[in-house]
Nanobody
Framework: QVQLVESGGGLVQDGGSLRLSCVASGRTASTYALGWFRQAPGKDREFVTTISFLDGDTADYADSVKGRFTTSRDNAKNTVYLQMNNLRPDDTAVYYC???????????????WGQGTQVTVSS
């Protein structure tokens, strides 16, 4: 069982930056990979990035955010971060943290989900 809590969302201007956090808790939390997904109004949920808590794993990014977003982890705190730079209005969405056994782009591969945090980028 893994519990996930996202934080750090808010309102920023076009071109601004924001850092999201996701804290994973539970007895087996440290064995899970964490992924970020987002869902904009009227659109399907889409993959953003994923990272494993295992040593040597490499983060994967959606093409739409590559070069602008960076994910990192703090294993001691079971926390993953999403640093978002050069934000654009089309980044506006609810951002969700998810936990799965292995890093994946596929929603179905994740077993646990947070409640989401709203990111709004003004034009």
């Amino acid at each position: 069982q893994v519990q996930l809590v996202e934080s750090g969302g808010g309102l920023v201007q076009d071109g601004g930056s924001l850092r999201l956090s996701c804290v994973a808790s539970g007895r087996t939390a440290s064995t899970y990979a964490l992924g970020w997904f987002r869902q904009a109004p009227g659109k399907d949920r889409e993959f953003v990035t994923t990272i494993s808590f295992l040593d040597g794993d490499t983060a994967d990014y959606a093409d739409s955010v590559k070069g602008r977003f960076t994910t990192s982890r703090d294993n001691a705190k079971n926390t993953v971060y999403l640093q978002m730079n050069n934000l654009r209005p089309d980044d506006t969405a609810v951002y969700y943290c998810a936990a799965g056994r292995l890093p994946s782009k596929k929603i179905a591969r994740y077993d646990y989900w947070g409640q989401g945090t709203q990111v709004t980028v003004s034009s």
